[in-house]
């Protein structure tokens, strides 16, 4: 007799990751092009020599740390595997089975895998013509039965963000037993001032929880670290239903070495942010639309040929990133790269 799984695992979204091509130039999975610092490199060499040792089961350095960097007490501070993990502990520590998440679609697609995963109902609600969240449709969607929201800030794959006045509308409307989880793996690229900082909200807000990585513009994506900032008795619950030793000793020193030079890593994301008004130029010239983004990745609405476009960036050695019926998502690459990407979308046929 057969194993018996959850009969609604059948129904889990896969999460897509971009793929690499021997041979073809990764723009798809918005990495940076860059590869970790020399100090943050050595620091994870010294880290890796310890690796017959378990990690700080508490993350109790890199947490201290974070704490001073944002001026926020280190209890309200829980350390995962990537922003991705946080987000399935978030529902795993508010929502019983049947209970809602509501977020924006098209978004992060492991939000839908982390709520069906943890019980929970995922409530899309589509984004609006300019492919920004409709928050007002967001607020409309929540019911008794919501006990989460994601707001993806700048949002993935579209690029776009909510501004701070339609953000607090938002926040108005939201129940305060609802929590508002902020994620910002992008704000580091982020150069419009109009788009708020979700820590500075979680000071006046008791039902918000702001979303870190250190995966992009920290160029750690392949050591999986990333952290929340939300109440103290969220953060307990989080690192509550964490996997225990879950944050490796080599990503825990590269995270803080990464710290050490973040002046240098973020005039490195100046550099994404240049090359992404680049491709947004250009590609406009060429007659595709291209929706304004805050990150380090341009996002192109084409629709039922988003699958057609993805395989003939490909034929000419570029990947990129397709979501089949909505549209292509390019990440900002060296301006090498860069190059040959818009050399590819020149010669799509249209």
């Given at each position: 007799?057969?194993?018996?799984?959850?009969?609604?695992?059948a129904?889990?979204?896969?999460y897509?990751?971009?793929?690499?091509?021997?041979?073809?130039?990764?723009?798809?999975?918005?990495?940076?092009?860059?590869?970790?610092?020399?100090a943050?490199?050595?620091?994870?060499q010294?880290?890796?020599?310890?690796?017959?040792?378990?990690?700080?089961?508490?993350?109790?350095?890199?947490?201290?740390?974070?704490?001073?960097?944002?001026?926020?007490?280190?209890?309200?501070?829980?350390v995962?595997t990537?922003?991705?993990?946080?987000c399935?502990?978030?529902?795993?520590s508010?929502?019983?089975?049947?209970?809602?998440?509501?977020?924006a679609?098209?978004s992060?697609e492991a939000y839908?895998?982390?709520?069906l995963?943890?019980?929970?109902?995922?409530v899309?609600?589509?984004?609006?013509?300019?492919?920004?969240?409709?928050?007002?449709?967001?607020a409309?969607?929540i019911?008794?039965?919501?006990?989460?929201?994601?707001?993806?800030?700048?949002?993935?794959?579209?690029?776009?963000?909510?501004?701070?006045?339609?953000?607090?509308?938002f926040?108005?409307?939201?129940?305060?037993?609802v929590?508002?989880?902020?994620?910002?793996?992008?704000?580091?690229?982020?150069?419009d001032?109009?788009?708020?900082?979700?820590?500075?909200?979680?000071e006046?807000?008791?039902?918000?929880?702001?979303?870190?990585?250190?995966?992009?513009?920290?160029?750690?994506?392949?050591?999986?670290?990333?952290?929340?900032v939300?109440?103290?008795?969220?953060?307990?619950?989080?690192?509550?239903?964490?996997?225990?030793f879950g944050?490796?000793?080599?990503?825990q020193?590269?995270?803080?070495?990464?710290?050490?030079?973040?002046?240098?890593?973020?005039?490195?994301?100046a550099?994404?942010?240049?090359?992404?008004?680049?491709?947004?130029?250009?590609?406009?010239?060429?007659?595709?639309?291209?929706?304004?983004?805050?990150?380090?990745?341009?996002?192109?609405?084409?629709?039922?040929?988003?699958?057609?476009?993805?395989?003939?960036?490909?034929?000419?050695?570029?990947?990129?990133r397709?979501?089949?019926?909505?549209?292509?998502?390019?990440?900002?690459?060296?301006?090498?790269?860069?190059?040959?990407?818009?050399?590819?979308?020149?010669s799509?046929?249209?």
């Open positions: 007799m057969p194993v018996r799984l959850r009969d609604d695992l129904a889990l979204p896969t897509v990751a971009g793929r690499t091509v021997p041979g073809a130039v990764k723009l798809a999975s918005n990495e940076m092009p860059l590869p970790p610092l020399p943050v490199l050595s620091a994870i010294r880290a890796v020599e310890a690796g017959n040792r378990y990690p700080d089961i508490a993350v109790t350095t890199l947490t201290a740390r974070l704490a001073e960097h944002h001026g926020v007490d280190p209890s309200r501070i829980a995962g990537g922003s991705v993990a946080l399935g502990q978030l529902v795993q508010v929502c019983a089975p049947g209970d809602e998440v509501v977020f679609w098209r992060f839908p895998i982390v709520a995963a943890g019980h929970a109902q995922a899309r609600v589509p984004l609006t013509a300019g492919h920004v969240h409709d928050l007002d449709a967001m409309d969607a019911t008794e039965r919501t006990r989460l929201v994601f707001v993806c800030n700048p949002n993935n794959p579209t690029g776009t963000a909510v501004d701070e006045t339609a953000l607090r509308a926040l108005e409307r939201v129940p305060g037993d929590l508002v989880v902020l994620d910002e793996a992008y704000r580091e690229f982020v150069t001032p109009a788009v708020p900082d979700g820590l500075a909200l979680a006046e807000y008791d039902n918000i929880c702001v979303l870190r990585t250190f995966s992009k513009a920290h160029r750690l994506a392949g050591l999986r670290v990333g952290y929340a939300g109440p103290a008795e969220l953060a307990a619950a989080l690192r509550g239903v964490a996997v225990p944050v490796s000793s080599a990503a020193a590269g995270a803080l070495a990464a710290l050490d030079h973040l002046d240098e890593l973020l005039a490195d994301c550099g994404a942010v240049s090359e992404v008004a680049r491709m947004a130029s250009e590609l406009r010239a060429m007659g595709y639309e291209v929706p304004p983004s805050q990150t380090n990745f341009v996002w192109l609405p084409l629709g039922e040929r988003a699958l057609e476009f993805s395989e003939h960036a490909l034929e000419n050695k570029v990947v990129v397709a979501f089949a019926g909505d549209g292509v998502r390019v990440s900002a690459g060296t301006p090498e790269e860069v190059d040959l990407f818009l050399a590819a979308a020149g799509f046929s249209r």
